[in-house]
C-alpha cells in the first residue's frame, strides 16, 4: 500500500508550484490516480489551484466515466473527462495535467508546430500532436473548446497514441508525452506527480524559448545578421539529442522538485497552504 496521505499531498503541492510558475492561473488542473485503487482518480474540487489547500477540497472520481465516487462530493471541473480518458486508455500513467499556459497556447493556432528547442524539454520528442475539438464536436455539444463528455475526453485521449483513429483503444504507453489543444491549451502525462509537473512547467518554458528565437531569427534575416544556426535559422535539437536528453533529465527531475516545493512552502504571505503536510522529496 502506498503511503496515500503522502500522495495527496503531493496532489496539493503540484497545484501549488503549477501556479507559482504561472503553468496555471485560477484555471488548469492536476489529477493523480488512486495509488490504491487505480479505478479511482483525484483532483481538486471547483477551485483556482493556488487555493487547493487541504483533503476537504479534493473529489475523488471514477477513471471509467469520471463521475464523483461520492455523489454529494461537490461541484467539480467540467473537464474532469480530459484526465479520466486519458487514465483510462493509458494504464501506465498516474498523473494529468491541463493548462491555458499562454506561452504554448500561440503553437496550437499558428501553424508552426511545438519543437524541442533546449535539452530540458527532452520529453517532447520528434513531434507534438494538436488536438482540434472541432473535428469530434456533435450537434448536442456546446462549441466552447471545454472537453466536457467522455465521448470528447477519448478523442483527445487518442491523440497521445499512434492509433488516434481508435478511440477506444487501449496502450500499454503512450507515443507523445504531451498533445496540444487548438486555442485551449496543452495536456500533459506522467507515471507520477513528479514527472507530470516536470513536464508542464518545461513545455511552457520550452514554447518560450522557441517563440524567442523565431523572433531573434526572423531579425536577422531582416538585418542581414546572421544568427548562431546560420542566416535567420533556428536550430532544432536532433533525433539522438531528443532521446538522449529526455532520459537524462527525467532520471534526475527528484532535484527540480525539492526546490519547487520548498520555493512554495517559504512562499511569503500564506497564499499556499498545505494541511496534509510536506509532501515527499
Known amino acids: 500500500m502506498v503511503n496515500f496521505t503522502a500522495t495527496l499531498s503531493a496532489l496539493i503541492t503540484a497545484n501549488h508550484i503549477l501556479h507559482y510558475h504561472e503553468v496555471v492561473d485560477a484555471y488548469g488542473h492536476v489529477l493523480v490516480r488512486n495509488p490504491n485503487n487505480d479505478s ?17 477540497d479534493l473529489i475523488e472520481y471514477y477513471v471509467e466515466d469520471a463521475s464523483p465516487v461520492d455523489p454529494n462530493a461537490g461541484r467539480g471541473y467540467s473537464e474532469r473527462n480530459i484526465h479520466g480518458e486519458i487514465l ?46 472541432a473535428q469530434y464536436y456533435n450537434a448536442s455539444d456546446r462549441h466552447d473548446m471545454l472537453v466536457r463528455n467522455t465521448r470528447l475526453g477519448a478523442a483527445l485521449a487518442s491523440y497521445f497514441s499512434s492509433s488516434s483513429d481508435n478511440l477506444s483503444a487501449t496502450d500499454l504507453e503512450p507515443e507523445h508525452t504531451l498533445v496540444l489543444m487548438r486555442s485551449h491549451g496543452f ?7 513528479e514527472l507530470a509537473v516536470y513536464r508542464a512547467i518545461y513545455a511552457h ?47 534526475t527531475r527528484n532535484r527540480p522538485w525539492r526546490m519547487w516545493v ?3 512552502e517559504t512562499y511569503p504571505g500564506g497564499l499556499y497552504q498545505n494541511a496534509l503536510g510536506t509532501p515527499p522529496t
Not at 483532483?43 to 476537504?56: D, K, Q, R
Not at 511545438?114 to 494538436?130: I, N
Not at 522557441?210 to 535559422?233: E, R, Y
Open 40 to 56: 479511482t482518480f483525484f483532483m481538486s474540487g471547483y477551485l483556482a489551484p493556488a487555493l487547493v489547500s487541504s483533503m476537504e
Open 88 to 133: 483510462k486508455r493509458f494504464p501506465s500513467v498516474n498523473s494529468v495535467i491541463h493548462s491555458h499556459s499562454e506561452n504554448v497556447l500561440p503553437y496550437t493556432i499558428s501553424g508552426v508546430s511545438l519543437q524541442l528547442t533546449y535539452h530540458m524539454a527532452g520529453f517532447l520528442g520528434e513531434e507534438v500532436p494538436v488536438f482540434d475539438i
Open 187 to 193: 495536456a500533459t502525462i506522467g507515471t507520477d506527480i
Open 205 to 251: 518554458s520550452n514554447a518560450r524559448v522557441q517563440t524567442g528565437a523565431i523572433a531573434l531569427a526572423s531579425q536577422a534575416n531582416s538585418d542581414g545578421q546572421p544568427g548562431a544556426g546560420g542566416l535567420g535559422q533556428v536550430r532544432y535539437l536532433s533525433t539522438r539529442e531528443r532521446t538522449d536528453s529526455r532520459a537524462m533529465n527525467e532520471g
Open 262 to 264: 520548498r520555493e512554495v
